[in-house]
Antibody, heavy 120, light 106 residues
Framework: QVQLQESGPGLVKPSETLSLTCSVS????????WSWLRQAPGRGLEWIAY???????NYNPSLRSRVNISVAPSKNQFSLRLTSVTAADTAVYYC??????????????WGQGAMVTVSS | EVVMTQSPATLSVSPGDRATLSCRAS??????LAWYQQKPGQAPRLLIY???TRATGVPSRFSGSGSGTDFTLTISSLQSEDFAVYCC????????FGQGTKLEIK
């Protein structure tokens, strides 16, 4: 059974950079695409970015200028960096796996979520 | 961006009854549509993908239908553990989600 676990600071100051890592166990990063998503309080889910084990990426156009996603296959991890954060970036951040070969598929495995608050 | 609109926002149903939830896309997503169940403090759980295929381990009381822009999730006989928030997601053109329908006990 594939398991994902997010890690990183729960509090980030405005204008600084949010950094999170997703550790994957029970399976390899290869073959699949891996995503970051978030859910602001009382809001729906928002896709942020995806990456493959070979480093192929794509980003939500609304966040593209501030987001970077990277992968470390040897560690079975992938990471998110979001720069110049504001209170609007306060959310639960999830990592998840696209459950098919390729990008066009649902998310079948999810991390438990990491609450990140942007506040001074 | 494909906008996903779910209705109703809240649905009150008695245990044992049927629940019908709707999801509409602002443009055709073919059958590239998934449904998730989300309980407080938990990650979403995949229920349905391809508009009508149940994910592994999902009980047969959950069924999905539709194609193009209009989709339905039906729960045939509600159990206590089914009261949660349900959201739809399209993955035809990047990924966007509906705002969710809260299924509450009547």
């Amino acid at each position: 059974q594939v398991q994902l676990q997010e890690s990183g600071p729960g509090l980030v100051k405005p204008s600084e950079t949010l950094s999170l890592t997703c550790s994957v166990s029970g399976g390899s990063l290869s073959t699949f695409f891996w995503s970051w998503l978030r859910q602001a309080p009382g809001r729906g889910l928002e896709w942020i970015a995806y990456i493959s084990s070979s480093g192929s990426t794509n980003y939500n156009p609304s966040l593209r200028s501030r987001v970077n996603i990277s992968v470390a296959p040897s560690k079975n991890q992938f990471s998110l960096r979001l720069t110049s954060v504001t209170a609007a970036d306060t959310a639960v951040y999830y990592c998840a796996r696209v459950g098919v070969v390729g990008v066009r598929g649902p998310y079948d495995f999810w991390g438990q979520g990491a609450m990140v608050t942007v506040s001074s | 961006e494909v906008v996903m609109t779910q209705s109703p926002a809240t649905l009150s149903v008695s245990p044992g009854d049927r629940a019908t939830l709707s999801c509409r896309a602002s443009q055709s997503v073919n059958t590239n549509l998934a449904w998730y169940q989300q309980k407080p403090g938990q990650a979403p759980r995949l229920l349905i993908y391809g508009a009508s295929t149940r994910a592994t381990g999902v009980p047969s009381r959950f069924s999905g239908s539709g194609s193009g822009t209009d989709f339905t999730l039906t729960i045939s006989s509600l159990q206590s553990e089914d009261f949660a928030v349900y959201c739809c997601q399209q993955y035809n053109n990047w990924y966007t989600f509906g705002q969710g329908t809260k299924l509450e006990i009547k």
